[in-house]
């Protein structure tokens, strides 16, 4: 009777415990919680349920979520984006590529001179947005009725510079850009188009609070009959634009550009400045498979030392479109001679300056011979003399040159250390780009714009972008050939090694990769500073370190 009535007084009692807790305990843990009920130490369940109960908790939680709501809403932050409006003061992710110079392969070097990198005096990436640009943009992108269509052409880097130019007119009209279209390039018949060489995805995702990016016309205007504009002026403003095009596009709903290549002006006012460093630097990323390849084989070309990255223009369009000769026979000299006089129209500028006046005033690419003379002297000379190791690692960029291989044999013989992407990768690695020019040089653009040094031995388009690209990227050094001064040192046999060495070297003191400001009619995307990069104070004293990070 005493038992039945004990058992009438005891209480069963039930803990709700959740169920990531009991799936996250081994059945030994849970036999123990059974079996062990007179534990004196609280269960885990009764820490939890007592923790929820507690007023303070839900006080500090409302607390901690309105701060962070007011953050957010101060920055004009959108957390859907990669990319933030004002990337001043924080770590900024820019497209994947390997962002930093090797640090441990500089340290490693401690005593060579070439290899210093120069020093940014404080200057960081910062595109800070005016608060009318963002107001804006809450407009432009939200619109449906006007879209601007481009026709981009020429190689890889013409097109990226013709890609930036678009998105800043497609802001400037307030319309939605539809995702550019690439003209078959005609010297290499390569067909890749926007996907092939660029993350699509990404692209739209960083544009997105400044333009609107579309695959394709929706159905509303897919019929419409866009205008085509094919006489846009070199270096035109955004007022001329604006103008010309925004009556016809918001009667038509299309627009249609065409040849975009220096289209725009240069000068713009600073809010299109960043945005052309923004879609450049950010949005403007390679294609996944380009990129994993890309930073493999920069990994494989550093192989825990530092290298040089050498861009060389010595393919056969080069020599047509510059209206220069290779120089290494008169066999070569003569088929460009001959190939030109066919196809005038490929001669890009100054058609009526000879080859001879077009040298001397520093027009054209270096040939074989003078490279070899040029890095003979950075990589023998100087680095001999600042005690730096002398097999220098040299990765060559480009296509292959005309007359083949052979032509590089004075660089190869001085150089043995002289590698390509067809040395670094793996058998079948460059099997899905090798067809692609494009492609092709999308992987060379990222060994370069990561390498430690990279020297091009003419400016282009490509070494115009790594340019830019390096001195947003960190001020990594970047050696620029002064091709108009040294000219008439390399024809001048009366000079010993010891004073050509000297007279180079105070030629290029100031073009070493150092800081440099943008000038009028130059463009931000190869001098970011001032428009795209910010002198921070703190940073420069070691207060605060905002960094590029892949």
Request: with cysteine.
């Amino acid at each position: 009777m005493a038992e039945s009535t004990s058992k009438k007084n005891k209480h069963q009692c039930y803990i709700a415990v959740p169920s990531q807790i009991i799936n996250s305990l081994s059945s030994s843990d849970f036999q123990t919680l059974l079996l062990s009920p007179k534990k004196k130490t609280p269960s885990l369940s009764v820490k939890l349920k007592h923790f929820l109960s507690n007023p303070r908790f839900w006080i500090f939680l409302l607390f901690l979520f309105g701060l962070v709501g007011m953050l957010l809403m101060w920055l004009d932050f959108d957390p859907s984006l990669p990319f933030s409006e004002n990337p001043c003061f924080i770590s900024q992710e820019r497209g994947g590529i390997i962002s930093t110079v090797n640090e441990n392969s500089i340290v490693n070097d401690e005593k060579s001179e070439f290899w210093k990198q120069p020093d940014g005096l404080g200057y960081r990436p910062c595109l800070d947005f005016s608060e009318e640009y963002r107001k804006a943009s809450r407009e432009i992108v939200k619109d449906r009725t006007k879209y601007l269509m481009v026709v981009v052409s020429g190689g890889m880097n013409q097109q990226r510079n013709q890609i930036v130019d678009a998105v800043v007119i497609a802001r400037i009209l307030g319309a939605a850009l539809v995702v550019p279209v690439f003209q078959v390039n005609p010297i290499w018949g390569d067909e890749s188009e926007f996907s092939d060489i660029f993350d699509v995805d990404h692209f739209k995702n960083v544009l997105a609070n400044d333009v609107r990016i579309v695959s394709s016309l929706p159905s509303t205007h897919v019929m419409t009959r866009p205008v085509e504009e094919k006489r846009t002026p070199l270096h035109t403003s955004p007022e001329w634009i604006r103008s010309h095009y925004t009556r016809k596009l918001r009667r038509e709903g299309v627009l249609l550009l065409r040849g975009l290549d220096s289209r725009l002006s240069k000068d713009l006012p600073s809010d299109l400045q960043k945005l052309r460093c923004k879609v450049a630097f950010h949005a403007l990323r390679f294609n996944p498979s380009i990129l994993e390849l890309g930073n493999k084989l920069t990994e494989r070309m550093r192989s825990s030392r530092p290298f040089l990255a050498l861009h060389l223009r010595m393919e056969k369009d080069v020599w047509l479109r510059t209206g220069c000769l290779p120089g290494l026979s008169h066999k070569y000299d003569e088929m460009i001679n001959n190939e030109r006089k066919r196809r005038p129209d490929l001669l890009t500028s100054r058609s009526n300056m000879t080859y001879h006046d077009r040298k001397l005033a520093g027009l054209c690419p270096l040939n074989v011979l003078e490279v070899t003379r040029q890095v003979l002297y950075f990589l023998t000379k100087l680095i001999k003399a600042l005690g730096a190791p002398k097999g220098a690692r040299i990765y060559w960029a480009g296509g292959i040159p005309l007359g083949g291989k052979e032509a590089l044999q004075p660089l190869t013989k001085e150089f043995p250390h002289f590698i390509s992407k067809e040395d670094l990768a793996l058998p079948g690695e460059l099997e899905p780009f090798s067809m692609k020019a494009s492609l092709m040089a999308a992987i060379d653009y990222i060994v370069c714009e990561n390498s430690d040094v990279f020297m091009p031995s003419h400016g282009g388009n490509m070494g115009h972008a790594i340019q830019g690209h390096r001195a947003y990227a960190g001020h990594k050094k970047t050696i620029t050939p002064n091709k108009r001064q040294m000219l008439p040192h390399f024809l001048n046999s009366s000079l010993n090694e010891a004073e050509f060495n000297r007279i180079i070297l105070d030629l290029h003191k100031d073009s070493l990769g150092h800081l440099e400001h943008r000038k009028t009619g130059r463009d931000v995307t190869k001098y970011p500073v001032p428009e795209c990069m910010n002198y921070l104070l703190a940073a420069y004293e070691g207060l605060a370190s905002p960094k590029i990070v892949s």
